[in-house]
């Protein structure tokens, strides 16, 4: 195979994980006229289609998704190698990619890891921030941040951070005209906020725990989100009850804007792990970024 075919095969998986003409362009620093003619190139000495082209998207062919499963396990195999190599450079250096929520990354992972990276010049990292779940395999992501209860059990799990828990609150005037909750059946005669979860696109069922008892409620409201700080704005401004992460309304609740209700029946759980392949080799800058995140009881 010439380099310049080998080339071309990379182009094509650009394009199709973009599953963008344009997308891939600017990721591959081309024109988008100069990599289309490059695909069609690449399917004629084919003799396959590989790519199918729309108006609004591009999409793997059934030979193209074949050619995919064939490539990507042996691009990462090769990625593997080169971070294998970069440990015989003097400081560890290369590109990181980690899928992550928004929460995990506001209030966990950024604040231990910026500090590290003023002192690693050389390491570049690549946040994909969502609530979804995420296949880190199959999507070349090098590692992912998510809930101890969320993994698979195929993968090396490092704990970075306590464990938290999500809690019911709301404005003093919200409940200056509603009666507080004192029960979690309670919640269905008021008007909470929703969220929607990313990877199913169903509404979250809120959660509570006592005396052993689990109770799961399914609540209505005016409001649905699919993050959490607009959730603590509109709570703030009275329009309904949000069920949130503890420790993102601490201070709202110290200083008064917010109230916490049904406290006894919101239970700790299970906090963020990084997460990533066992069969994975860790580079010098994967390595120093595990250091930085794994959590130490601080």
């Known amino acids: ?68 499963q064939s490539l990507r396990p042996k691009l990462a195999e090769i990625e593997t190698d080169l971070d294998t190599l970069m440990e015989l450079r003097d400081k560890p250096s290369g590109l990181v990619r980690i899928t992550i929520s928004d929460h995990a990354y506001e209030t966990l992972v950024w604040p231990k890891l910026y500090p590290v990276l003023a002192d690693y010049p050389d390491i570049r990292v690549e946040f994909s ?46 409940f200056a005209a509603h009666a507080a909750p004192v029960t979690p059946q309670d919640l269905v005669q008021h008007n909470c906020m929703n969220h929607r979860q990313a990877r199913s696109g169903g509404l979250y069922a809120w959660e509570f725990e006592k005396d052993g008892r689990d109770v799961r409620v399914r609540v209505e409201g005016q409001l649905t989100f699919n993050t959490t700080t607009p959730m603590i ?26 109230q916490q209700v049904l406290d006894d029946w919101s239970p700790f759980f299970a906090g963020y792990y990084l997460y990533y392949p066992s069969r994975r080799q860790l580079s010098p800058a994967f390595a120093v970024l595990v250091d930085a995140l794994r959590y130490r009881g601080e």
């Open 1 to 68: 195979m010439q380099r310049s075919e080998l080339s071309d095969l990379l182009w094509f998986v650009a394009v199709a994980d973009e599953r963008s003409f344009t997308k891939a362009a600017a990721k591959l620093g081309t024109s988008q006229s100069t990599l289309s003619h490059t695909i069609k190139q690449l399917e004629q000495r084919m003799g396959l289609r590989l790519l199918t082209r729309t108006t609004r998207s591009v999409a793997p062919t059934e030979a193209g998704e074949r050619l995919l």
């Open 129 to 174: 921030i969502d609530n979804g779940l995420r296949n880190i395999v199959e999507e070349r992501f090098d590692a992912g941040v998510r809930l101890g209860e969320s993994l698979d059990k195929d993968m090396i799990a490092v704990r970075i951070g306590p464990d938290w828990r999500l809690v019911a609150v709301g404005a003093p005037a919200y």
């Open 233 to 258: 704005e509109a709570a703030k401004m009275g329009l309904g009850i949000a069920f949130v992460p503890e420790n993102l309304v601490t201070d709202a609740i110290a200083d008064g804007s917010l």
